[in-house]
């Protein structure tokens, strides 16, 4: 027997009964970057190896054991982006759109990191991305917090927490490390492998520790905000402050240091308990430092990238899928001169309705059986044209959903009554 041919672990179809809440996501997220100015920009979904390891940095899970990294047949090392903040900024520096330039844009797209597959964490998945380009201050921080808590009320979602931290400029977050580095070495006996071998390659990382045994060491770990000059105070209580002026609650969390490592100063996450362990719905921050790094003129930069799985699975917890519109007709023809002139009332029908979701009947059949397709069809009501309502000029309505009663309307008052159904 031939071996059946299978999906990629870790890598998902999104089915037919699936894709109508998947749009709706996409469209209100684009709908709400719209209208904050936002414009899509798309990368390709390779990109050179070595952009990744330049910008999201060597010493990282993603790029020390996440990569699909392969060599093309010219010998290239290519990579399928793990992200997409560093294609942006590529595209960005390689299109001149960055230098003295304001830039607000978004991506979406499938990413892909070889981790170990769970619930809310694949080797494919999506996420939509946002990046600002050309500004420094702190109110540009604050709108990419302001624009996600617009998507998640435009989505309904209510139980979603802001964690916010902030990782110092340049030359703090050195100093910073510094300070770790010390603390932790002198108390080295406490640190399980993974945070030893990270001691040297990553110490903010320790911070971001699940070890409950590292619990107290971490939580004695000289803190960030001690090692803040005076502008990168100023920035970050600007920025809580807009948060508060504005009703967002946040939560400060001193151990939030994300797992990229081109942030500097203020980084966040949307965080729930409904996911289990995958529970980041949303991750982002500064990172005035990388455009630079990457080739370009010094630019400051923020953004945030959406998880859209996460997204997806927590709208289907809320029964969002229920609400989404389905079809509203089912045409139902009977015999062979209404299947004719049934294919061209539907097309004046759509052509003068462009709301209206109307589903032909198609591969003939009786009354009943076609009955029994519009009510599975979900359709709100079944257009009804036999021989008999063709030759009276009329078409039945019969209401698949509601208690109305049947009616027969005539075929040139048809499109005007099934726009007066709301
Ligand atoms: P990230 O934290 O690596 O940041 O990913 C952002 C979000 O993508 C996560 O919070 C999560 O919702 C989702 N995500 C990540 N990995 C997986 C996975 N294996 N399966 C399912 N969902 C996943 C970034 O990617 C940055 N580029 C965000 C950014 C943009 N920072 C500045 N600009």
Known sequence: MTKKVQAIRGMHDILPRDSGLWRFLEDTLRDVLTRYGYREIRMPVVEMTDLFKRSIGEVTDIVEKEMYTFEDRNGDSLTLRPEGTAGCVRAGIEHGLLHNQVQRL?????????????????????????????????????????????????????????????????????????????????????????????????????????????????????????????????????????????????????????????????????????????????????????????????????????????????????????????????????????????????????????ALRLLTHCGGGGFKSQFKKADRSGARYALILGDDELQRGVVGVKFLREKLEQREIPADRLADFLASLN
């Not at 927590?314 to 229920?322: P, Q, Y």
């Open 106 to 354: 978004w991506y979406q797209g499938p990413m892909f990191r070889h981790e170990r597959p769970q619930k809310g964490r694949y080797r494919q998945f999506y996420q939509v991305g946002v990046e600002a380009f050309g500004l420094a201050g702190p109110d540009i921080d604050l709108e990419m917090i302001l624009v996600t808590h617009r998507c998640w009320q435009q989505l309904g979602l209510t139980d979603l927490e802001l964690q916010l931290n902030t990782l110092g400029s340049g030359e703090e977050r050195v100093a910073y490390r510094d300070a770790l580095v010390g603390y932790f070495r002198a108390h080295e006996e406490g640190l399980d492998e993974d945070s030893r071998r990270r001691l040297d390659s990553n110490p903010l990382r320790i911070l971001d520790t699940k070890n409950p045994d590292m619990a107290e060491l971490v939580a004695s770990a000289p803190s960030v905000m001690d090692y803040l000059g005076e502008e990168s105070r100023r920035h970050f209580e600007s920025l809580c402050k807009g948060l508060e002026a504005n009703g967002v609650a946040y939560t400060l969390n001193p151990h939030l240091v994300r797992g990229l490592d081109y942030y500097s100063r203020t980084v966040f996450e949307w965080v729930t308990d409904r996911l289990g362990a995958q529970g980041t719905v949303c991750a982002g921050g500064r990172y005035d430092g990388l455009v630079e790094q990457l080739g370009g003129r010094s630019t400051p930069a923020v953004g945030f990238a959406v998880g859209l799985e996460r997204l997806i699975a927590l709208l289907e917890e809320a029964g969002a899928a229920d609400r989404l519109p389905g079809i509203d007709a089912y045409l139902v023809l009977a015999g062979e001169p209404a299947q004719q002139q049934g294919m061209r009332m539907a097309e004046q029908l759509r052509a003068r309705l462009p």
